[in-house]
């Protein structure tokens, strides 16, 4: 899971990505409201863990853009501020949770999964597109009674392309998402992950394929 964390304190931002790395989290680091939209609007997180006060943009006003952009990530606000006015304002912008500083780890975890949990709750078990299933608890690929076991990156690209049909997904942001951003892996990586993919589709006879765009990305379509 890809974790974005937005907070100007860097002393206590880099204490609690280690944390969170520990936890086999992906985590990325922004220190103001500015930064941190640069990183939102790549979509590859799936939590935002956004301070309240921050320069350039606040998180309160950076909430509100990410709502008005339809990002729909989970996102867990912190303050240093306990009045009961400044969750209010926090949860009304649009956030799915709120804890307050000082707040101890193991409180900020079990927040962290709770809102994973109800994210993939969600999103529900089952991913279908056109002919083919993904059974997100197995992590087979389905079609019909036909069902073969995809490797954890098979997985998770199938998954950025159901979850994204009829947009394509470029190498990029396959890497960035899956690898993280301060991996080695390269684009013929993704290149060999899709031609896996391929022919497990083959395989259990899918009309479904993984089309090519050329300088573009990927996208699923139907073979005709």
Same mark, same amino acid.
């Given at each position: 899971?890809n974790?974005?964390l937005? %907070?100007d304190?860097r002393q206590f931002? $880099?204490?609690?990505?280690?944390?969170?790395k520990?936890?086999?989290?992906?985590? %990325?680091c922004?220190?103001? =409201?500015?930064?941190?939209?640069?990183?939102?609007?790549?979509g590859i997180?799936?939590?935002?863990i956004?301070d309240?006060?921050?320069?350039?943009?606040? =998180?309160?006003?950076?909430?509100?853009?990410?709502r008005?952009k !339809?990002?729909?990530?989970?996102?867990?606000?912190l303050? *240093?501020?306990? &009045?009961i006015?400044?969750k209010? #304002?926090?949860? +009304?912008? =649009?956030?799915?949770?709120?804890?307050t500083?000082p707040?101890h780890?193991?409180e900020l975890?079990?927040?962290? !999964?709770?809102?994973?949990?109800?994210?993939?709750?969600?999103?529900?078990?089952?991913?279908?597109?056109n002919d083919?299933?993904?059974?997100?608890?197995s992590?087979?690929?389905?079609?019909g009674?036909k069902?073969? *076991?995809? @490797? !954890?990156k #098979?997985f998770?690209?199938? &998954?950025?392309?159901?979850?994204n049909?009829g947009?394509?997904?470029? /190498?990029?942001?396959?890497?960035? /998402?899956?690898?993280?951003?301060?991996?080695?892996?390269?684009? +013929?990586?993704v $290149?060999?992950?899709?031609s896996?993919?391929?022919?497990k589709?083959?395989?259990? @006879?899918? /009309?479904?394929?993984? /089309?090519?765009l050329? =300088?573009?990305g990927?996208?699923? @379509?139907e073979?005709k």
């Amino acid at each position: 899971m890809n974790i974005l964390l937005v %907070d100007d304190e860097r002393q206590f931002v $880099e204490a609690i990505a280690v944390i969170l790395k520990q936890h086999k989290y992906s985590v %990325d680091c922004a220190f103001d =409201g500015e930064q941190g939209l640069d990183y939102i609007n790549s979509g590859i997180y799936d939590l935002i863990i956004l301070d309240v006060m921050m320069p350039r943009i606040d =998180g309160f006003s950076l909430l509100k853009i990410i709502r008005q952009k !339809k990002i729909d990530v989970p996102v867990l606000m912190l303050s *240093a501020k306990s &009045e009961i006015s400044d969750k209010i #304002e926090g949860l +009304n912008s =649009g956030a799915d949770d709120y804890i307050t500083k000082p707040f101890h780890t193991d409180e900020l975890l079990a927040r962290i !999964k709770a809102l994973l949990r109800r994210k993939e709750k969600f999103t529900g078990d089952i991913l279908s597109f056109n002919d083919i299933s993904l059974d997100r608890d197995s992590f087979e690929l389905v079609r019909g009674e036909k069902r073969i *076991a995809l @490797g !954890k990156k #098979e997985f998770q690209i199938l &998954e950025m392309l159901m979850l994204n049909s009829g947009r394509s997904i470029d /190498k990029e942001r396959f890497i960035e /998402k899956i690898w993280g951003f301060d991996t080695d892996a390269e684009y +013929n990586t993704v $290149e060999v992950y899709v031609s896996f993919l391929r022919k497990k589709l083959l395989a259990v @006879g899918a /009309k479904t394929e993984i /089309k090519s765009l050329r =300088g573009i990305g990927y996208t699923l @379509g139907e073979n005709k």
